[in-house]
């Protein structure tokens, strides 16, 4: 503190991500499961902003979504708590995080919050910490972590830890994001993979797109159980100006790939006349 006012470590935007493909290779011995998917950040973002704390006072976080737990099971604490174990010492810290991105929607928002936070602190306190060790962290909190250390578009194999950046990636379509009123449990997503299988009449198949296909090996289980995403992915998809729809990781997210002519405001509409008013929507843009 200098003068009363608190020193900012950080202020740093946590962007979404979509799963533009997501295809699962099948179980590994680890329990995990081997995938190939390609991922790109959104302009949809959280906040986070990180201030030093007193001397001895550890590490205080909060959130403006009561909803969200703040204790040590938070993916932001982790990652303190991961930079602590590797630098060797306590840091006192004050983080608040303003949430945007909704969570269980398979936008990997608390993942990106986590990123964030690595980054942020590995900066903000010129700890020169290399980009493998911080790999290293994100990849021992959780499979998309990694992915968020990187800009741009991306594949991810092995559980998604193993990231190659696209060297060129020149389209960033608008995407619209549309969320129900219920949350998908990734866990659990993974685990009826395996045995799941697919309902006649819905569409499952891969779409071309100029980027790669528009396909998700989650969408098996998820549809399964959740049937209104199979219709909302439907229902998207027959919207005028959608060139393609697709379920984002593991829900219960499904977005809609938006052209030239489509009208944004009809196409929400059409959605709260279908789905209810409740029914989250979010027009972003894939960030270069």
């Known amino acids: 503190m200098e003068n009363g006012m608190s020193t900012i470590i950080f202020e740093r935007e946590a962007p979404a991500k979509v799963n533009l493909s997501l295809r ?11 995938l190939e998917t390609r991922m790109v950040r959104v302009s949809l973002a959280d906040s986070i902003r990180c201030e030093a704390g007193e001397s001895g006072s550890g590490l205080r976080f909060t959130c403006d979504d ?19 174990q590797t630098v060797g010492r306590r840091l006192d810290l004050g983080i608040h995080l303003t949430k945007r991105v909704p969570h269980g929607a398979g936008l990997g928002g608390g993942s990106s919050d986590a990123a964030s936070v690595l980054l ?16 290293g962290i994100a990849a021992s909190l959780g499979s998309d972590i990694p992915f968020f250390l990187y800009e741009g578009a991306c594949d991810c194999r ?9 060297s060129e990636f020149p389209w960033q379509p608008r995407l619209l994001l549309v969320k129900p009123a219920f949350s998908v449990p990734t866990p659990w997503a993974y685990k009826e993979w395996l045995n ?12 071309p797109m ?25 229902f998207l998809g027959e919207q005028p100006g959608v060139e393609g729809a697709l379920l984002s990781g593991s829900g219960s997210v499904v977005f809609a790939v ?6 944004t405001d009809a196409i ?5 006349g279908e789905y209810g008013e409740a029914t989250w929507t979010c027009e972003t843009t894939v960030l270069p």
């Not at 092995?158 to 696209?166: C, D, F, N, S, T």
């Not at 799941?196 to 779409?207: K, L």
């Open 258 to 263: 938006l052209g030239a002519g489509s009208d």
């Open 268 to 272: 929400r509409a059409a959605i709260a």
């Open 210 to 234: 100029p980027w790669g296909e528009l396909v998700n090996s989650l969408e098996r289980p998820v549809f399964a159980k959740h049937l209104v995403l199979a219709d909302l992915k439907r």
């Open 66 to 84: 009561p909803s969200l737990p703040t204790d040590e099971s938070n993916l932001v604490v982790k990652a303190v708590r991961g930079v602590e």
């Open 196 to 207: 799941s299988q697919e309902i006649p009449g819905i569409d499952y198949a891969a779409r």
């Open 158 to 166: 092995g559980r998604g830890e193993i990231v190659e950046r696209l």
């Open 24 to 34: 699962i290779l099948g179980k590994r011995a680890d329990g995990f499961h081997e």
């Open 120 to 135: 942020g602190l590995n900066e903000g306190l010129g700890l020169g910490l290399g980009r493998e060790t911080l790999v």
